[in-house]
């Protein structure tokens, strides 16, 4: 069974990468949570506006801004997709989790992109996906279902109905806001699309601030660190590696890999809450690794192996 190309590889390990710094995201907000009564809408808007900052900050300092003027004027309703997108299954997710509860939300949000773009792909090349890749993408999304159902608890939430369409409409934008980020990540630097991405990201939630409950800063200093980390790490650092990986693995094959998301977050609950794994969890860990490790294999892929791109660099 070939490898496929080091291009590809590195692609691949950018996004499993971002995954991990995603999985990471969810103790950070908890922590957050215990010492600042900050609403998630509220984390998220912040985590967007420091992203934004950082990555302006470092055009600036590079001297690439213009960059990011060139890539406004040259596919402003691409940019615009992706910043909204972003910003959008963000908020479906968060949403659907107060509604559902997060295993339910997590399995259906993530699980339903990879099943789209595999399906959407198909469709487009007119091939059916080969044995080997279905077998990749069965073994992720039954450990998807394992760690996540196994970590949290079994309640349905208030509202199980609205947060189970909330997190379709996730899964669904996540899946189409990976295909415009693709695509346009190889006409534009990592680094200039995640920094145009942020911006519009950040102008999108502003508004949504008026509507939740609670506080809108802190002045707890752990609290601004934990939001900073946020910031910089799991969306800014994040999304620059997932927009390299985008421009030579297909958008499938980058959201299969990012279930590692919910991978990390389960290892970090157990070594750093202490939380116990149990053997469904181990299973669901080892059929998602085992799984991402497969996409590293041309002939189980989740999706088209891409040429390198010749894009600028990041």
């Given at each position: 069974m070939p490898t496929s190309s080091p291009s590809h590889l590195r692609g691949l390990a950018e996004v499993a990468a971002a995954s991990v710094l995603w999985g990471t995201g969810g103790l950070a907000v908890q922590l957050i949570r215990e010492r600042a009564a900050l609403s998630p809408v509220t984390i998220s808007a912040w985590r967007m506006v420091i992203a934004a900052a950082v990555l302006v900050v470092a055009l600036l300092v590079l001297r690439r801004a213009g960059e990011l003027v060139d890539?406004?004027?040259?596919?402003?309703?691409?940019?615009?997709?992706?910043?909204?997108?972003?910003?959008?299954?963000?908020?479906?997710?968060?949403?659907?989790?107060?509604?559902?509860?997060?295993?339910?939300?997590?399995?259906?949000?993530?699980?339903?992109?990879?099943?789209?773009?595999?399906?959407?792909?198909?469709?487009?090349?007119?091939?059916?996906?080969?044995?080997?890749?279905?077998?990749?993408?069965?073994?992720a999304l039954t450990g998807l279902v394992l760690v996540s159902v196994a970590g949290h608890e079994s309640g349905t939430g208030p509202a199980p109905v609205a947060g189970v369409l909330l997190a379709l409409a996730s899964g669904t934008t996540y899946a189409l806001t990976t295909v415009a980020g693709g695509s346009i990540s190889r006409q534009a630097s990592p680094l200039?699309?995640?920094?145009?991405?942020?911006?519009?990201?950040?102008?999108?939630?502003?508004?949504?601030?008026?509507?939740?409950?609670?506080?809108?800063?802190?002045?707890?200093?752990?609290?601004?660190?934990?939001?900073?980390?946020?910031?910089?790490?799991?969306?800014?650092?994040?999304?620059?590696?997932l927009y390299s990986g985008l421009r030579v693995v297909a958008p499938s094959t980058a959201v299969t890999a990012s279930l590692v998301e919910p991978v990390t977050a389960a290892v970090i609950a157990a070594?750093?809450?202490?939380?116990?794994?149990?053997?469904?969890?181990?299973?669901?860990?080892?059929?998602?690794?085992?799984?991402?490790?497969?996409?590293g294999r041309a002939s189980t892929a989740a999706g088209p192996v891409l040429p390198d791109a010749g894009a600028p660099a990041p």
């Open positions: 890539l406004a004027r040259a596919r402003p309703r691409q940019l615009l997709a992706v910043g909204v997108g972003t910003a959008a299954y963000q908020g479906f997710y968060f949403v659907s989790v107060t509604q559902v509860g997060v295993a339910v939300s997590t399995v259906v949000s993530l699980g339903l992109a990879p099943v789209l773009l595999t399906v959407a792909e198909s469709v487009r090349h007119r091939r059916t996906p080969t044995r080997s890749r279905l077998a990749v993408l069965a073994a200039v699309l995640t920094s145009g991405m942020t911006l519009v990201g950040a102008v999108t939630l502003g508004p949504c601030l008026a509507l939740v409950d609670g506080p809108l800063v802190t002045d707890d200093p752990a609290a601004v660190a934990w939001l900073v980390y946020l910031g910089a790490l799991t969306m800014a650092l994040a999304y620059v590696l070594v750093v809450l202490s939380e116990a794994l149990g053997p469904a969890a181990v299973v669901g860990i080892l059929l998602v690794l085992g799984a991402v490790a497969g996409l």
